[in-house]
């Protein structure tokens, strides 16, 4: 019973009638209440046009691994998918709309380290679909070498994707602010976003490392979640973030 109501699915279901919930919620209170709402820290703008803008840019994010697969014609594993959304939950959701960055200590830097190792996975996934030849003809070097600059370079876009959220949206996703306000001055200003990239490069070279000895060893995990082409027989499957999203 657990099963068929604890799988993929059902998930992110939830997850996506909880964020229209919460949009709607946002937006009746941004019209019958005075911009009294407090997020704890000072904001450039309308406290509850954060709240929305957050609520539905996570929204947004759920459609990511649909509009992939079809942009491009792929099958991405329906754990891809699943992973991903929850974790832009985590991170935009309820860092804006319930200041867990402030609640749980190092909420943050968990959610890179988590991130370093996720798109590590991803990069791993990608090498059957890039590469052309037989993957024993792949240098294990290589590969590790491939995973951990795909995983941290994705990071930094990320960075630059907070950069452009609090610009907007005045987020304090870059903590450049302390939770009554205060901006913060100096080199500490830029603590968050360095200490950020090195948790997602330990991330990264953690699942370098496993890359190295899958195909060192000949062990060929990164085969069991791999991205591939779409078959004809296959373009129309539905992903798990699609179906929740009707």
């Not at 709240?51 to 754990?79: D, Q």
């Not at 987020?171 to 901006?183: C, I, K």
Request: proline share 3%; glycine share 4%.
């Amino acid at each position: 019973m657990w099963n068929k109501v604890l799988n993929l699915k059902t998930i992110l279901s939830l997850l996506f009638v909880r964020l229209a919930i919460a949009l709607i919620v946002f937006g009746v209170e941004a019209l019958t209440a005075s911009s009294s709402a407090s997020i704890n820290y000072n904001s450039k703008l309308d406290d509850y046009t954060v709240l929305i803008g957050a609520t539905a840019i996570t929204l947004l994010m759920m459609f990511i691994p649909t509009i992939i697969s079809k942009a491009f014609k792929l099958n991405i594993p329906p754990l891809f998918s699943f992973v991903f959304i929850v974790f832009c939950y985590c991170g935009i959701f309820l860092g804006a709309t319930k200041s867990i960055f402030y609640i749980i200590p190092f909420w943050d830097k968990i959610l890179h380290a988590i991130s370093g190792i996720l798109l590590g996975i991803l990069g791993l996934s990608l090498i059957p679909l890039l590469n052309k030849d037989n993957d024993e003809s792949l240098s294990p070097i290589f590969a590790a070498a491939f995973v951990f600059c795909f995983a941290v370079t994705l990071g930094t876009f990320w960075e630059v994707f907070e950069y452009i959220m609090d610009s907007l949206l005045d987020l304090n996703l870059q903590r450049y602010a302390f939770q009554d306000g205060e901006l913060i001055s100096g080199q500490a200003v830029l603590v968050d976003t360095i200490v950020d990239l090195i948790a997602d490069a330990v991330g990264a070279l953690a699942m370098a490392v496993f890359a190295y000895i899958s195909l060192k060893q000949k062990k060929n995990w990164h085969t069991k979640y791999a991205i591939t082409q779409k078959s004809p027989s296959t373009a129309t499957t539905r992903l798990p973030s699609e179906e929740a999203a009707v």
